[in-house]
């Protein structure tokens, strides 16, 4: 198993269907807010505002909108990659979520310096302000997929929930990004373009991350963990020969005493121990070859042991 160069993971991201329309989507997106949307931006921007409290005002702006926010959302993220890096012995939940939070932050935060668009408190939806603008693409839109979405494909990836949680775990997702846009809007935070555009940036930064994980071998990133098994445990594993065959080997019996009679003999010449090795270089050693062939133990007919053994992810 060796890692796909990089030409080949560009050819697969840049081949992905699904990151092709999501890229056009935000393209047109960009296009669209520079100008033809304007009205809509501006409507939703000089909406009647109904007077609040200052609690109210604080509740909103700690609690739906600061969900999204990278300060909470990357932690979350960083606590589901490690625990699922530790209890699987792989980087890889490590490396997709770095390159997320990599990938993620590089494009809204290059669009943010190069559009600079201004705040909506300015009432002034144009790109290209005076240095004071950072409006375009919403950062917390593009969490609330991002990291959120990226949680939930991990947890999919290693079969840690099952298909119906993960199903409502997507309409959660869905949710914080519309009450997170709702409550961006009602405070004059973004425009409503800008947070439409988050969400696109961070479902095609998702995708990308989906496609590098299907890019790299399995089990690739499990041989670089350097905490899986010491010295001492590498000692005990079995020898090369035996390692991942699971046939039934026979093992030669011990040889006969010199003062034992020739039936004595001829029966250990006859007699074999059937060995049963497993993963890990345990094994069920016995002379019941007999038992075995005629009482159904666990052994098939082309002689494969079928008992249960741990299945690895990476």
Do not use: C
């Not at 809509?40 to 109210?56: C, G, L, Q």
């Not at 909108?65 to 012995?89: K, N, W």
């Not at 809204?108 to 409006?135: M, N």
């Not at 693409?137 to 990836?157: C, D, E, K, T």
């Amino acid at each position: 198993m060796t890692w796909p160069r990089l030409r080949e993971i560009t050819r697969a991201m840049l081949s992905d269907g699904p990151a092709i329309v999501l890229a056009g989507a935000f393209v047109l997106m960009t296009v669209l807010a520079a100008g033809p949307l304007h009205f809509v931006d501006t409507f939703f921007n000089e909406f009647p505002r109904p007077e609040i409290s200052r609690a109210t005002w604080l509740f909103l702006d700690y609690g739906p909108d600061e969900i999204a926010s990278r300060f909470v959302a990357i932690p979350a993220l960083g606590i589901v990659a490690l625990y699922l890096a530790h209890r699987f012995r792989s980087w890889r939940p490590l490396i997709l979520g770095a390159a997320g939070v990599v990938g993620m932050s590089g494009l809204v935060w290059g669009l943010k310096l190069l559009l600079a668009r201004h705040h909506p408190k300015t009432f002034d939806p144009t790109y290209f302000s005076d240095g004071e603008g950072i409006a375009f693409p919403s950062g917390h839109g593009a969490n609330a997929i991002m990291f959120y979405g990226l949680i939930v494909y991990l947890l999919m990836r290693y079969k840690l929930i099952a298909q119906p949680l993960v199903r409502k775990l997507i309409y959660g997702i869905v949710a914080i990004a519309v009450v997170q846009t709702a409550v961006s809007v009602f405070m004059q935070f973004h425009w409503f373009t800008d947070l439409v555009a988050g969400m696109i940036a961070g479902g095609l930064t998702l995708r990308l991350v989906i496609v590098l994980d299907r890019t790299v071998p399995p089990g690739r990133t499990r041989s670089w963990w350097p905490w899986r098994e010491g010295a001492a445990a590498q000692q005990r594993r079995p020898s090369p020969a035996v390692a991942g065959d699971d046939r039934i080997r026979p093992v030669p019996s011990p040889a006969p005493r010199a003062d034992a009679g020739d039936g004595v003999r001829a029966a250990m010449a006859r007699r074999q121990v059937l060995t049963y090795p497993v993963r890990w270089g345990e094994s069920m050693v016995g002379s019941f070859r007999d038992r075995a062939t005629r009482n159904g133990a666990p052994v098939s007919t082309n002689g494969v042991y079928r008992g249960s053994r741990s299945r690895e992810r990476d």
